[in-house]
């Protein structure tokens, strides 16, 4: 389908000062830990900023990690009204081939709506023992794990509850996730294409694993914020937004982290409560930020394990730009901010983009493993390096599968869509040493590569490391099965 943009403005016409957006651009790029690639700010309804850090676009889903929920517990709100869902039913009825099996009591009071609060009554994550429990459905695994305290008492964030009210939805619909917002929400936001991640059952896994683009996210949280209605259309019941917006179980501690200020603000339904407004989020910066109080919405992404301090940035340079009425006399801090955000970039690798000097000898044969393994990237077993028609490439070989990356030199980054899109920046430092930096497009994540010519070794390192485990090929938002 066709997506029609959102209504644009200038931020002043809106009450929102530009001087307050580039001082948060400035902030951003001058934090070492925090590796911006999207942010977009809707005032009163239109887009006051949008801007992309290259190779980042605008068209490129992303992998949203845990915002997904946001859009999980969307979906529960589409079954709760069509009568299909029950929030204060036990969890157990909906999954009865497993009745016999789910014998402690805490587990059998489990209400749906403990799962999507995450007060399932677990004291921590349970993802890695309801797998071992059960390798063949994760449901049935968490159900028989028996809860620490009784359900809807304590907050833990914990992946398989998400997982299992995900779970409740696609059997109560009949549907996956995807397909059951889509009329339902997705076409009616004019939200294009989006993609889930599923396991070997079949479903998509809701707690993570979502891939759409920035201007979705803006979309998701525009209709929380005008109450579930869009465009004069209610899509969501009435009340479920006070519902899901509000702290059901108090967080504080509940992420172990005794930094983390707008993690100890409250728990809803797959929204976590913010010191302002309210937010679904991803881990390493994916955000949507709801802010009621302001009438804005601001969207993330990024690739940062400081996503506390991210958020501290965005309080401490958004809010003071955001005014009650219209501003005048800001054209210069306007035409300076648009400037900023058509040369947004991550800054490229340095290097040449040929070997300077004994070119044969760089490809005389593929670069291995420093020390016969590369412990950060397993299925990584060679590097070649090659000289054709069209300039230099480096071909990753990963479990006898190629990603050949155009070296085009370093001015910026060289884009490749197959077999997984992604961008390359890079090139050789000296006579004896390659090093790449490779963007998977569609994730928040790169991998630095770097070849050693005298020893013919190559070592390869995450920026930050990806949570979905996977070969390099699968970094990318799932393509439609086939029929």
Not at 94 to 107: L, M, Q
Not at 168 to 191: A, E, K
Request: proline residues 9%; contains cysteine; glycine residues 10%.
């Amino acid at each position: 389908m066709k997506v029609r943009p959102l209504p644009s403005s200038p931020p002043a016409a809106q009450g929102v000062d530009a001087s307050g957006v580039l001082a948060l651009l400035d902030a951003l790029d001058a934090a070492p830990e925090i590796e911006p690639h999207s942010l977009m700010i809707l005032r009163h309804g239109h887009v006051v900023t949008a801007g992309w850090w290259a190779p980042y676009t605008p068209d490129r889903p992303q992998l949203l990690y845990s915002l997904s929920k946001s859009f999980t517990g969307t979906a529960a709100a589409f079954a709760t009204a069509e009568g299909l869902l029950d929030l204060d039913a036990p969890v157990i009825s909906y999954f009865p081939e497993s009745d016999a099996d789910v014998t402690d009591p805490r587990s059998r009071a489990m209400l749906v709506r403990h799962v999507a609060t995450m007060s399932s009554g677990h004291l921590a994550e349970t993802l890695d023992a309801a797998r071992a429990l059960d390798r063949a459905d994760l449901v049935r695994g968490f159900l028989l794990l028996p809860p620490d305290r009784d359900p809807g008492t304590v907050f833990a964030y914990n992946q398989p509850t998400t997982y299992t009210l995900a779970a409740i939805v696609q059997r109560v619909t009949g549907q996956s996730l995807t397909d059951y917002l889509r009329p339902r929400l997705l076409d009616p936001l004019g939200i294009g294409e989006v993609s889930w991640a599923r396991d070997r059952t079949g479903r998509e896994i809701g707690f993570s694993g979502l891939h759409a683009t920035t201007d979705a996210v803006a979309r998701l949280g525009e209709l929380y914020l005008r109450d579930g209605v869009w465009q004069g259309e209610r899509l969501l019941p009435e009340g479920w937004v006070a519902e899901a917006t509000r702290a059901h179980i108090p967080t504080a501690g509940g992420m172990g982290d005794t930094e983390r200020e707008d993690w100890d603000q409250g728990y809803g339904l797959q929204f976590w409560m913010s010191r302002h407004g309210y937010r679904g989020d991803g881990a390493y910066g994916q955000f949507c930020l709801v802010l009621p109080e302001h009438d804005t919405v601001i969207v993330t992404t990024a690739a940062t394990e400081r996503m506390q301090e991210l958020l501290n940035l965005v309080w401490e340079h958004l809010l003071p730009a955001l005014h009650p009425g219209p501003l005048t006399g800001r054209e210069d801090a306007e035409a300076a901010l648009r400037e900023r955000l058509a040369g947004l970039a991550l800054p490229p690798v340095p290097g040449r983009a040929a070997p300077p000097g004994r070119a044969d000898d760089w490809a005389a044969a593929p670069f291995v493993p420093a020390g016969g393994v590369c412990a950060d990237q397993p299925g990584l077993s060679a590097v070649a390096v090659g000289d054709g028609p069209d300039g230099w490439t480096a071909t990753l070989t990963e479990d006898g599968h190629d990603l050949a990356l155009p070296l085009h030199g370093p001015d910026g980054w060289t884009a490749v869509d197959e077999p997984v899109p992604a961008a390359v920046s890079g090139g050789w430092t000296d006579a004896g040493t390659l090093t790449l930096d490779v963007v998977f497009t569609e994730t928040p994540h790169h991998l630095l590569i770097t070849c050693s010519l005298p020893d013919r070794t190559f070592t390869a390192r995450w920026h930050t490391h990806p949570l979905h485990s996977g070969p390099l090929r699968s970094r990318r938002a799932p393509r439609p099965r086939s029929a």
